[in-house]
C-alpha cells in the first residue's frame, strides 16, 4: 500500500521520479514535497523506462492489480505518453498486454461512474483549478495565451463526444458584461420558462455548492444528478492528453447536461471577458446581450472601457442581433464595431417605464436591476419570436439601433416577478438580526448596492448599520470602499466595518475550495482592505469607527454576534459586499439552504 501521510493534501503536485522492474513486479517510487511513496504492480513482463516529469494535476490512478480486481485511489503519476502513462487512470505501456491493461481498468472506470459520490466529484472538480501561481502568471502576461483558449475547448468538447452542430439544438441565449449579467440571465430563464419553455441556464460562480451553476426549469441539479453526469463527462474526457481546468470543464458539463435533458433553450453567462471565454465555442446562438461594462479583469481584459467592450463584443456573431444596455460612448463604439464585423444588428435596450402595464414589479430589488430585467425581456421576447425560424440576414452599414418597449404578455409580467436570484440584494433575516448580502464587486455596483442598503435600513428603524467587506484579486478595495465611505459619513453612519478572507474556520465538504487564490494573498487581503477604508474615510471626512480583521468568515460573523448582542435595544443589520464567494461562505456559514 502507499505510504500515508497526515498535512499532505491531496492535490498537491508531486513528481514520478523512479522505476524498476523486480520479475512481474513493476515498482513505482513517487515524491511529494520529499516524502516518498513506493508501490509494486504485479505485470507480468512489463518493462518501463524511467520517467521523471512533474505531474500537474492530481488523477485516480492504478494502485494495485491482482488477477483481474483492479482497485483504484488517489494518486499522482505523470510519464513519457510515449513510454508509460499512468495519468488520468488509464494506462499504455509499450508492452503486448497493454490493450488488456487498458481494457480492464476501462471497464472498472466506466462501473465506477454509476456508483461515485457527489463529494467525490467535487474533490475531482477542484483538482483542476488553475493555481495561483499560473493564474498570477497569465496576468502578468496580459492574457497572451487566450487565444489557445477556444481551440482547446473545441478539441476537448469533441472528446466529451459533443459536435459544434449539436450546440444548435439548444438555441442559445448568450450574455455577457461586468456587472448584472447573471442577474439578466436569471430574469431571461424565468420568462422563457413561464411561457413553457424547459429551459437551462449555466451561471458562475456558485455561492454554496457547485451544482447551483447548471439549472434545469431553474433548480440546481441534485447531488445525484451532478455526480452521475460528471464522472460521465470526465471519463469521456480522460482519453485525451490533458484535462480542461476547472471553468472550460463545467461548461462542458452543462452544454452535456443540456443536451442530455433536451431542453428547449440554454441561457449561458460568460465567465470572463467573451471573446476566448469557454462559453464562446457555440458558433451559432440565437441572440447575444450585453449588460453594464466596467472595468474589472484588468489585468487580462484592458485597463480601459474600450478593452473591456472588445473582449466582451467577442460574442457577438453573425445571424445573430445583438442587445445591450446603454453604455458611454466609447465602448458603445467598439461593440458597434463587433457588430459590424460580424455582419449583425446591434440594439439599445429601452427603459423599463417603457414597457406595459405598470409598474412591473421585479423579484430581484434595486433600481439597478431595472436596465437587467429590460435587456432580459429584449432577449427572450426575441427567442421567442425568432429561435425556430431563419437566422438573421447578413447586415451591411451597421449601426445603433434603439428597442422600443411594447406591451407584455402575462407570462413574461409573473416570469419578471418571480424571478430568484441568490446573492444579489437578498435579505436574510436570522433571529434579531438581518444580513443584507450582495455580491457587488465593481464601483459602479457597489454604488448601487450602497443605495439599496439605505433604502432597506429605512424600513428598519431604528437599526445598527454594520459592514462586512471583501474584495481580492486586481480590484482597488478603495475605489470600492468609496460608496460605503461616502454612506457612512454623509447619509447612515456605520456602527463598524469589519474584514474577512473568503474562507470559512472549518470548511465542509470541497465545494468553497479555491486554490486559484494564494495563502499570501488571502492572508494579506483583510488588512490591505482596512488599510485602503481609513485612507477613504479620511479623504471623505467622516467619522472614525471601529474596525476589525478576522481570519475566517466564521470568526468575524461571531464578532458582529457578539457585538450585536450587547446592542440588543436596536436590531443590527449587516451589508456582507465586494465578492460573490465573501457572499457564498456567509451564506454557508449561515447553513442558508441552496436556491
Known sequence: MFAARSGVPSSALGIFSTTKVCCSALVLTYTRFGFSQSRSFSFSQLRVPHAGQQGALPHRTLLSLGGNQFQLARAFFSASASQLSLRRSHICPPVSTSTHVRSLLSSSLANMSTTRSYEEAVHELNSLQTNAAVLDAQRKSGGKDLEQQLPEMQEQLTRAGISLDDLDRLRIIHVTG?????????????????????????????????????????????????????????????????????????????????????????????????????????????????????????????????????????????????????????????????????????????????????????????????????????????????????????????????????????????????????GRCQIVEMGDMTYLVDGAHTLESCTACAEWCHTVALTREPCRLILLFNCMGDRDPQRLLHPFAALHAHTRPLAAVHFCPNRLRDPVGGDLTNHMVSVEAVTRGPRTNEAAWAREIELQQGPTIPTAVHASVDDALDAIRADSAANRSVRTLVLVTGSLHLVGAVLTALQCPVE
Request: charged share 15%; proline share 9%.
Open 178 to 422: 461586468s456587472k448584472g449579467k447573471g442577474s439578466t440571465c436569471a430574469f431571461a430563464e424565468s420568462i422563457l420558462r413561464h411561457h413553457g419553455r424547459k429551459t437551462g441556464l449555466f451561471t458562475s460562480p456558485h455561492l454554496i455548492e457547485v451544482r447551483e451553476r447548471i439549472r434545469i426549469n431553474g433548480v440546481p441539479l441534485s447531488r445525484e444528478q451532478f455526480a452521475a453526469h460528471f464522472w460521465t463527462v470526465r471519463d469521456r474526457l480522460l482519453a485525451g492528453p490533458t484535462m480542461p481546468p476547472y471553468f472550460r470543464f463545467t461548461t462542458i458539463m452543462a452544454l452535456h447536461v443540456f443536451l442530455t435533458e433536451g431542453v428547449d433553450v440554454a441561457v449561458l453567462e460568460v465567465g470572463i471577458g467573451g471573446r476566448y471565454d469557454a462559453t464562446n465555442i457555440a458558433p451559432r446562438p440565437v441572440v447575444c446581450g450585453v449588460s453594464a461594462l466596467a472595468l474589472e479583469h484588468t489585468a487580462i481584459l484592458g485597463t480601459t472601457l474600450p478593452q473591456i467592450a472588445y473582449h466582451k463584443g467577442g460574442i457577438i456573431k453573425s445571424g445573430a442581433p445583438a442587445f445591450t444596455v446603454s453604455q458611454p460612448p466609447e465602448p458603445t463604439a467598439t461593440l458597434l464595431e463587433c457588430a459590424t464585423k460580424a455582419q449583425t444588428s446591434l440594439h439599445e435596450v429601452p427603459p423599463l417605464a417603457s414597457y406595459s402595464p405598470q409598474p412591473l414589479r421585479l423579484g430581484l430589488a434595486g433600481t439597478h436591476q431595472d436596465l437587467n430585467a429590460s435587456l432580459a425581456i429584449q432577449l427572450s421576447h426575441y427567442w421567442l419570436t425568432h429561435s425556430e425560424g431563419p437566422r438573421l440576414p447578413l447586415q451591411k452599414d451597421v449601426v445603433l439601433q434603439h428597442a422600443e418597449g411594447f406591451s407584455l404578455p402575462p407570462e413574461t409580467v409573473t416570469g419578471l416577478a418571480a424571478t430568484r436570484w441568490p
